[in-house]
């Protein structure tokens, strides 16, 4: 028994050490960004990786941009459209999480009613998220893909490690350069020269704020730009532009 119990606490000790360098590991990444900029993210490095087994070839393109090279209205937009409170919160909003919780719990209900009435063809309900911007710049930059709880707690660190070494300006400013905005479409320069054949520079508020909306699905709406949702969830948020607080 002891020396079953001693290979146990050895195995957890090593877990324990494994788990620790892995968050320094972060801390020396992300305290390194607030000078360097990443060429890549862990997201960016699967979809090069997923887009190279499905077509045979790399599609990518990716411009580096400095904060002040991208269009205020384009940085004005994507707060409207993901992140309201952005220059406010601490990383995490949990008032929108709440919210958003809420709302996904009603469309389960509703869903579920449906399905017990005997309908035929009952979609599956729209998962709202809550994310804020540094939420999803550290699930993009650092993390996997996967859904778990133990995914979305290591998200929640990297976030408040975010917070507490980079400013709100530079976060927005890594985030703008490396989001999706396509397939194989990456950052702010990329998504204006791929979509308005333009610098991000030069985006107009009714472009920036079609560019925010593409966010949560950008490429299913790189193959429908003529939706309806689309349209007018852009003109909502063009009103929004003089709104948005810029860090």
Do not use: C
């Amino acid at each position: 028994m002891s020396t079953l119990l001693k290979a146990m606490l050895r195995w957890v000790a090593l877990v324990l050490a494994a788990l620790l360098a892995l968050q320094l590991f972060f801390v020396a990444r992300i305290a390194l960004m607030a000078r360097v900029d990443p060429q890549s993210t862990s997201f960016e490095r699967s979809e090069a990786w997923r887009i190279l087994q499905d077509k045979g070839a790399l599609r990518w393109r990716q411009q580096w941009l400095d904060y002040e090279r991208i269009s205020d209205h384009l940085k004005r937009a994507v707060i409207a459209s993901e992140d309201d409170s952005f220059a406010l919160h601490e990383g995490v909003d949990w008032d929108a999480l709440e919210k958003a919780w809420q709302k996904n719990q009603a469309a389960e209900a509703q869903a579920a009613r449906l399905a017990a009435k005997g309908a035929r063809a009952v979609r599956p309900p729209k998962i709202v998220g809550g994310s804020t911007i540094t939420q999803q710049l550290a699930k993009n930059l650092l993390l996997s893909g996967e859904r778990t709880l133990l995914r979305k707690g290591q998200e929640l660190m990297l976030t408040y490690l975010l917070e507490t070494l980079l400013t709100k300006q530079r976060i927005l400013e890594l985030y703008l350069n490396h989001v999706e905005w396509g397939e194989g479409v990456f950052g702010a320069e990329a998504a204006a020269q791929h979509y308005y054949r333009k610098p991000a520079a030069l985006l107009s508020p009714a472009e920036a704020a079609r560019l925010a909306v593409m966010l949560p699905r950008p490429r299913h709406y790189e193959k429908s730009p003529g939706s309806p949702y689309l349209e007018e969830r852009a003109g909502v948020i063009a009103g929004r532009l003089w709104r948005a607080e810029l860090p």
